[in-house]
């Protein structure tokens, strides 16, 4: 009892938010840290530009772009679902008043849910793969310029 009436709180909502936003960021910051540091570790082995330290550039920004694009979708997550649900809960009160016997609700609302969660996951995997190839760009040149930084002008 004592439970639903928590979870009846928009404020713990609130909270898990943000406590499962934290947990979201802190890992993914370490994970950034940790890719960086074994891209700066992999380019300090081959201190002379050669064909073969653009690999590690190359498989640095990869993965920071994967990060960021798994990021960019649990955030725009976060968001899609309470308007999914809104538009779920519009619809089929919307069909009730329209005179729907309740089995037909049920298979409607079974209908509704597939075609609504199929569309909103498209989005946000189109959305997420965006955002990981643009920062998969953004990573790679950054870091070659970081590293003809390091290296010194010829």
């Known amino acids: 009892m004592l439970f639903l009436r928590l979870m009846s709180?928009?404020?713990?909502?609130?909270?898990?938010?943000?406590?499962?936003y934290t947990l979201?960021?802190?890992?993914?910051?370490?994970?950034?840290?940790?890719i960086l540091s074994w891209y700066e570790s992999n380019s300090a082995?081959?201190?002379?530009?050669?064909s073969s330290s653009v690999w590690p550039?190359?498989?640095?920004?990869?993965a920071l772009g994967a990060v960021f694009g798994l990021?960019?979708?649990?955030?725009?997550?976060?968001?899609?679902?309470?308007?999914?649900?809104v538009t779920w809960i519009t619809v089929l009160?919307?069909?009730?008043?329209?005179?729907?016997?309740?089995?037909?609700?049920?298979?409607?609302?079974k209908k509704l849910t597939?075609?609504?969660?199929?569309?909103?996951?498209k989005i946000l995997i189109k959305e997420g793969n965006?955002?990981?190839?643009?920062?998969?760009?953004?990573?790679?040149?950054?870091?070659v310029r970081r590293s003809r930084e390091e290296v010194g002008p010829p």
């Open 71 to 85: 990021i960019s979708m649990a955030a725009s997550l976060a968001v899609a679902v309470p308007a999914t649900v």
């Open 114 to 121: 597939a075609e609504i969660s199929g569309f909103v996951g």
């Open 9 to 20: 709180k928009r404020r713990t909502w609130v909270l898990l938010f943000v406590l499962a």
């Open 24 to 34: 979201l960021l802190s890992s993914s910051w370490n994970i950034l840290k940790s």
């Open 93 to 109: 009160v919307l069909l009730a008043f329209c005179g729907q016997p309740r089995r037909a609700l049920v298979v409607e609302g």
């Open 45 to 50: 082995a081959a201190t002379p530009p050669t």
């Open 130 to 143: 965006v955002v990981a190839a643009v920062c998969a760009v953004v990573g790679y040149f950054a870091l």
């Open 57 to 62: 550039t190359l498989y640095a920004s990869v």
